[in-house]
């Protein structure tokens, strides 16, 4: 069965520090992402990552701030999340694919995580 099991998030002031962790079980998977989905608003990308060399890609509400990194021995994702602002406040998904190439739209990833509820307090 595979499954994408996110943890870390919570209730934080603006300017703390957050890291969420993305656990895959049951398919090894090739570029991984995060995205995230504030009330009232549409999902949008914050962060993706091959898994071969690691590369990435940031949007740019999160460049600067935000770092995603993997290991592939634990099939596992990060966010680290850090100088959080209000606006940063929404549920964050982590997503799974197949592929090997950068990918910020969510139909190009094949598996969903249940999200993890961020929130930051002004």
């Known amino acids: 069965q595979v499954q994408l099991v996110e943890s870390g998030g919570g209730l934080v002031q603006a300017g703390a520090s957050l890291r969420l962790s993305c656990a895959a079980s049951?398919?090894?998977?090739?570029?991984m992402g995060w995205f995230r989905q504030a009330p009232g608003k549409e999902r949008e990308f914050v962060a993706t990552?091959?898994?071969?060399?690691?590369?990435?890609y940031y949007a740019d509400s999160v460049k600067g701030r935000f770092s995603i990194s993997r290991d592939n021995a634990k099939n596992t994702v990060y966010l680290q999340m850090n100088s959080l602002k209000p606006e940063d406040t929404a549920v964050y998904y982590c997503?799974?694919?197949?592929?090997?190439?950068?990918?910020?739209?969510?139909?190009?990833?094949?598996?969903w995580g249940q999200g993890t509820q961020v929130t930051v307090s002004s």
């Open positions: 997503a799974a694919s197949y592929g090997s190439r950068l990918y910020t739209e969510g139909t190009q990833y094949a598996y």
């Open positions: 049951g398919i090894t998977f090739g570029t």
């Open positions: 990552i091959s898994r071969i060399g690691g590369s990435t």
